[in-house]
């Protein structure tokens, strides 16, 4: 990958927790970040209707009604990217639909994301943060190890068209 211009970097953003107001924005961010994933894989909502790239407002309304937190990353007035978090157990989290709009990518945004459950997860006193990718997403595996990720599984689930990779990162 080219270096990016610093200035563009270093853009100003924000990520804000969200409310039930936030919920079209979310499943519009969602969506579009994981439009080109689907159409890599083949997914459809007829063979993967839960896939992220199929997200709707209600799907996030009735996680928030679960407790799942929601998190938007804006810089100039938009969105650019979401995240949301969900306790599974009272040491572990599981880090949800990290989503960055591609026209702003490679700024970093997802590193913030990532580094805001992170930071979250330790303040709700968990020990570790973990995550479910389609194995066959070599690139985002290893941007997942560099953010501190471990592969720990893989899964086939006769629901899904795709084996499931699950990876972990240990919180100190």
Not at 118 to 130: C, F, Q, T, Y
Not at 132 to 149: C, K, N, S, T
Request: net charge neutral; glycine share 8%.
């Amino acid at each position: 990958m080219q270096d990016l211009n610093p200035s563009v970097r270093r853009m100003e953003y924000r990520i804000r927790p969200c409310t039930r107001e936030d919920t079209a924005v979310l499943a519009e961010t969602i969506r579009g970040a994981f439009l080109e994933v689907a159409e890599r894989h083949g997914l459809t909502e007829q063979n993967c209707p839960r896939h992220a790239s199929n997200c709707t407002a209600v799907w996030i309304e009735q996680d928030m009604d679960r407790g799942v937190a929601y998190f938007l990353l804006e810089t100039d007035g938009q969105a650019a990217g979401s995240v949301a978090l969900e306790r599974a157990k009272p040491e572990v989290v599981y880090l949800e639909r990290l989503a960055v709009l591609p026209r702003f990518r490679g700024r970093g945004f997802g590193e913030a994301l990532v580094a805001r459950v992170l930071a979250e997860a330790r303040a709700m006193g968990a020990r570790a943060v973990g995550i479910g990718v389609i194995a066959g997403e070599a690139g985002l595996i290893d941007w997942y190890r560099r953010q501190g990720f471990a592969e720990t599984e893989k899964r086939d689930f006769p629901h899904l068209p795709f084996l499931v990779s699950f990876m972990h990162c240990p919180l100190s």
